[in-house]
């Protein structure tokens, strides 16, 4: 269910609540492994990943056949869920594909 965009506090996506599995794509030549999306914005989403390890940068396939690709920075982790934050094509041409401090990140992700 998505947030009104009044509600948002110090966001500024607003989240749809997605609950679906999802593939995350350690390394271009390395086997997919499922996930489950739990929420997604335009800007990233939050996963549950388990006890997986997670690269600081890695893709995420959001359909079983790989139609619909991001790829994701890192930016927290509490247990099994994770925060990610897409990041653009500009930001990979260019090299600024920036993780932020995983703490601090969660905290301003949820800061209500």
């Not at 009104?4 to 609950?19: I, S």
């Amino acid at each position: 269910m998505a947030r009104d965009r009044k509600d948002l506090g110090a966001r500024k996506f607003v989240r749809v609540d997605l609950h679906k599995p999802g593939f995350l794509i350690p390394a271009p030549d390395a086997p997919w492994i499922e996930c489950y999306i739990l929420d997604i914005s335009d800007n990233g989403a939050c996963l549950d990943v388990g006890d997986l390890a997670v690269p600081k940068m890695f893709g995420l396939s959001l359909t079983a056949g790989g139609e619909v690709r991001r790829v994701c920075t890192l930016i927290w982790r509490r247990g099994e869920l994770v925060g990610v934050r897409f990041v653009s094509a500009r930001e990979l041409r260019q090299g600024n594909a920036p993780a932020a401090e995983p703490e601090e990140a969660f905290r301003k992700v949820h800061a209500d």
